[in-house]
């Protein structure tokens, strides 16, 4: 059961430009909402992260927006940078589920183009 | 501070030989998961430990696959009769106490079955 669906699956930006990825989940129990960024050959590292008490969390460029009525967060990225394509995955944990244990969505291949 | 880390790096065994994967977490992080990362997808959990014991194996695809952790530290992932679907890249998290979402990766071990 997929339970975290991310979309799109890859995006093209050119620099400067706003990158915006959207993540939908299904468990009401979720309550803790990070994005990760992964470049390859690494593991994935801690982007910002969200919890359902706030709508909307900026750290730098990067803001994470969350509907908790459409069970939906998404992650954008102002001023997008060459620097910046990667990987990136939403996820969601809940307390008691596993030691808040991380569920995945599938990933977004973002390039930004100089 | 030293992060998460992982050895070997990449490991390549051939169809139904035994392999340990070994995981070092942060100093002082009482939880560990792992992780299981197929290619183009997102992460799935596997096994989370809280100090010593396994508190759930629940992501376990099955029996050939086995974790300990037997001081609170170091965690050692365990498959046996390696199958070539088991090819993929493992990952290792570790956070301060499963009462607390955030967690650190280590950069992972590649496995190849051949």
């Known amino acids: 059961q997929q339970q975290v669906k991310q979309s799109p699956q890859s995006l093209i930006v050119q620099k400067g430009g706003i990158s915006i990825i959207n993540c939908a989940y299904e468990n009401t129990a979720f309550d803790y909402f990070p994005w990760y960024q992964q470049f390859p050959g690494k593991g994935p590292a801690l982007l910002i992260a969200i919890r359902p008490d706030v709508s909307e969390k900026k750290e730098g460029r990067f803001t994470i927006s969350f509907n908790k009525s459409a069970k939906q967060f998404s992650l954008h990225i102002m001023d997008s940078q060459p620097g910046d394509s990667a990987t990136y995955f939403c996820a969601a944990s809940g307390q008691g589920n596993a030691g808040n244990m991380l569920t995945f969505g599938g990933g977004t291949r973002l390039m930004v183009k100089p | 501070g030293a992060g998460v880390s992982q050895t070997p790096s990449n490991k390549v065994t051939e169809k139904g030989k035994y392999v340990e994967l070994r995981c070092d977490p942060i100093?002082?992080?009482?939880?560990l998961y792992w992780y299981r990362q197929s290619l183009g997808q997102g992460p799935e959990f596997l096994i989370y430990?809280?100090?010593?014991?396994?508190?759930?194996d629940s992501g376990l695809p099955n029996d050939r696959f086995f974790a300990v952790r037997p001081e609170g530290s170091v965690s050692t992932l365990k498959i046996q009769r390696t199958e070539r679907g088991d090819s993929a890249v493992y990952l290792c998290?570790?956070?301060?106490?499963?009462?607390?979402?955030?967690?650190?990766f280590g950069p992972g071990t590649r496995l190849t079955v051949l």
């Open positions: 998290a570790s956070s301060l106490t499963s009462g607390l979402n955030e967690q650190f």
């Open positions: 430990f809280q100090g010593t014991g396994a508190a759930d």
């Open positions: 100093s002082g992080h009482t939880a």
